[in-house]
């Protein structure tokens, strides 16, 4: 197939385009690799834009709303947060925990955040039958006087208000059907970044304007202003789209799990402690030392007053043997299991040690400390932190808003050079880049790309399905047009 030159300004003349000499004789020249993959790319680009920018769009102000929200639930729960007045010694452990189980009897103990600052709160985590799903009830009791300040419902460590926008910019509260939209944005967004990238770069090298990369074009209008507006903040914000979507790919339902498969077949998940006590060691059940977390499958499940036994010793052991708050208490669930006591500051410089505390002796049975991970565990612990905009505080929620703001004029001007690229002269839908992008490559380079692309659909299936879907769709659209439309001359994008 012959190169066409583009009419708009990526479609400058093009170096594969047979060169013209002054006799008059055209001598044709070989195209580079990026000339016969420069209209795969578009294409790709152009699916991505189409099928994922909806998604997108709505993950970036989904995402944006989530970045002002770690201000405002201090602010509307200080009651349940802070205590009135700091007393002189806070009442034990065990008692603040009486009186939360007290208030809410209908709950079962899960975990327990003893306060970080003398004017804080102890949070006692409950289970409870009538609470949503991964939720929880959280019971705030002043740790002098034995108050309990209220209740809330919470996720994880989110107070109410995180927790929603945090749904929200998950599943938009649509439950694991949901989470759909958000894996289908994550799942393109670095094939839009990437290909946009390449093609903002080739635009430029050809138009001779490769320093003015991340700088607009103002003098111009129309279609090229919007382009040079377009390429410039996506050159601006793709490290960052890159970062959040390979993170946002580990929480995938789909391709999560192929993530978490290569990172336990690499050894690259997060240790943890064993919660299994003498007596019945990792070798005798089975269970694997600082890989499990849980411990082995230990079947005696005990009572409410069984399973908060030793919290004081428990508390006094973490303490002594160096452990800092932020720091969350895990009661055994079933006979034969210690307390598992975790560091949890995941602001930088991040702290996440480890200990199993047997509650009869007050003896620490296994440790584990941050700086034994594994380099790419501490790096995705990072990267995740960095993602929900705590790893760096402040800073970190503007960096991840403005990405976001980046991210919604980029997809925006998107769509609207692509309405700018309508017929003139009559009334028409945009013409899109032209198909058999993949017949310009040579059989080699076709065959590899397609192995390639079906390896990723493989391990991000939301990507292949819906990729698969698309070209299934064209390819039909594309037999069903009539024949004088598909005899026009083609455009470029």
């Known amino acids: 197939m012959s190169q066409t030159v583009d009419p708009l300004p990526l479609g400058d003349p093009d170096p594969a385009t047979p060169t013209t000499q002054p006799t008059g004789a055209r001598i044709p020249t070989t195209p580079t690799t990026w000339v016969r993959l420069r209209p795969l790319v578009m294409r790709l680009h152009f699916y991505g834009g189409m099928l994922a920018g909806p998604f997108l769009l709505i993950a ?171 390429g410039s903040v996506g050159l601006l914000v793709v490290a960052g789209l890159l970062g959040l979507s390979i993170t946002g790919l580990t929480w995938s339902r789909y391709a999560g799990e192929s993530i978490s498969d290569l990172r336990t077949s690499l050894s690259w998940t997060t240790p943890s402690v064993t919660t299994v006590l003498s007596g019945e060691t990792p070798s005798d059940t089975g269970a694997s030392h600082h890989d499990s977390g849980a411990g082995p499958a230990a079947t005696d499940a005990l009572t409410p007053e069984q399973a908060l036994r030793g919290v004081d010793r428990v508390l006094t052991t973490a303490d002594t043997a160096g452990l800092q708050r932020p720091m969350w208490l895990y009661p055994p669930t079933a006979a034969g299991e210690g307390w598992r006591v975790e560091e949890n500051k995941r602001r930088a410089p991040t702290r996440s040690d480890a200990i199993t505390v047997d509650p009869g002796s007050g003896q620490i049975t296994d440790r584990v400390d941050f700086a034994s991970w594994p380099l790419i565990a501490k790096m995705t612990n990072w990267t995740i932190d960095m993602h929900m905009g705590i790893l760096f505080g402040i800073v970190n929620q503007i960096v991840l808003a403005l990405l976001m703001v980046g991210l919604i004029t980029v997809i925006i001007r998107g769509y609207i050079m692509w309405w700018q690229r309508r017929p003139t002269r009559h009334r028409g839908l945009p013409r899109a880049p032209r198909r058999g992008a993949l017949s310009e490559l040579k059989p080699i380079e076709a065959l590899v790309l397609i192995v390639v692309i079906a390896a990723i659909g493989w391990y991000v299936p939301l990507f292949g399905l819906s990729l698969g879907a698309f070209v299934v769709i064209d390819a039909a659209v594309g037999l069903l047009r009539p024949r004088q439309s598909r005899s026009a001359p083609t455009q470029a994008a």
Do not use: C
Request: glycine content about 8%; cysteine-free.
């Open 60 to 230: 970036a102000v989904t995402g944006l709303l989530y970045t002002f929200t770690p201000q405002l639930d201090p602010i509307v729960f200080r009651d349940e947060l802070k205590v009135d007045q700091v007393g002189d010694a806070p009442l034990p452990m065990s008692e603040q925990i009486a009186r939360a189980m007290a208030a809410h009897p209908e709950g079962e103990v899960t975990s327990i955040r003893p306060p970080s600052a003398p004017d804080e709160t102890t949070q006692v985590v409950m289970a409870a039958p009538d609470v949503p799903t991964d939720y929880s009830r959280t019971v705030f009791v002043d740790p002098y006087k034995g108050e309990v300040r209220g209740a809330l419902t919470t996720y994880g460590q989110w107070l109410p208000i995180r927790a929603w926008f945090d749904e929200f910019h998950r599943n938009l509260h649509l439950g694991e059907f949901g989470r759909n939209y958000s894996e289908l944005a994550a799942s393109w967004m670095w094939v839009v970044a990437l290909g946009g990238l390449a093609l903002w770069i080739g635009y430029r090298s050809r138009t001779k304007k490769l320093r003015r990369l991340a700088v607009p074009d103002r003098e111009k209008s129309g279609r090229t202003r919007t382009l040079s507006w377009h």
